[in-house]
């Protein structure tokens, strides 16, 4: 990937104010606006978001750019979820976070998630059908809500019409930023 080669498409991340993991957000916002892509960080409200690392200790605050009431999905190539277990309990209980992940899906735009993200992407009803990967302790949340569960680095699925990128943990960040970048250069 070159320093331009992701010029003119768009992403948004999703997240709440606090509890997010910090690399899990932090890297792949940094390598696509290095990249070119114009990232958009959405949290609950305009505070900063307080990142941890390992669901526990304090990590870096991440300015969002704006809310996830002011967030219009329709602007965007790309949804990203980052994990942590505090992140992904709660934004799956945000009604404006679970639009926006049906809303993606039902467009056919590419959505990317990471660890124990899949919990939202669950509670918009959005995993039936699909083959992704996530931090283990959802391996049966998956399965219930009609997903298949798999124990890889990164899984890139485009059943049912939208690609879906899924990896399990920060250390299968490079294998997912791959997978990513896959996604934005082949949607239209």
């Known amino acids: 990937m070159g320093k331009d080669d992701l010029q003119g498409r768009r992403i948004l991340a999703l997240v709440t104010n606090y509890g997010v993991e910090q690399d899990e957000l932090v890297v792949p916002v940094e390598h696509l606006r290095g ?3 114009q990232v958009d960080v959405a949290a609950v409200s305009a505070e900063p978001v307080q990142t941890l690392v390992g ?21 965007y ?8 277990a505090l992140n992904a309990d709660h934004l799956r209980q945000e009604g ?4 926006t ?8 735009r590419p959505v ?8 939202a992407l669950i509670e918009a009803g959005v995993v039936q059908g699909k083959t992704l990967t996530s931090y283990a302790s959802l391996r ?36 997912f930023l791959r997978e990513v970048e896959e996604a934005l250069i082949t949607s239209p």
């Open 35 to 37: 990249n070119g892509a």
């Open 112 to 119: 990317a998630a990471i660890c124990h993200a899949p919990w």
């Open 77 to 84: 190539d790309l949804l990203l979820v980052p994990g942590g």
């Open 101 to 108: 992940i049906r809303a993606f899906a039902a467009s056919r």
């Open 140 to 175: 049966t949340d998956i399965s219930n809500a009609g997903g298949t569960w798999v124990d890889r680095s990164v899984v890139s699925d485009d059943t049912n019409g939208w690609t879906l990128v899924t990896s399990r943990t920060p250390e299968d960040l490079d294998d």
């Open 55 to 75: 669901d526990k200790e304090p990590g870096r605050k991440v300015s969002p750019t704006l809310t996830l009431d002011e967030a219009d999905p329709d602007g």
């Open 96 to 99: 404006k976070a679970v639009e």
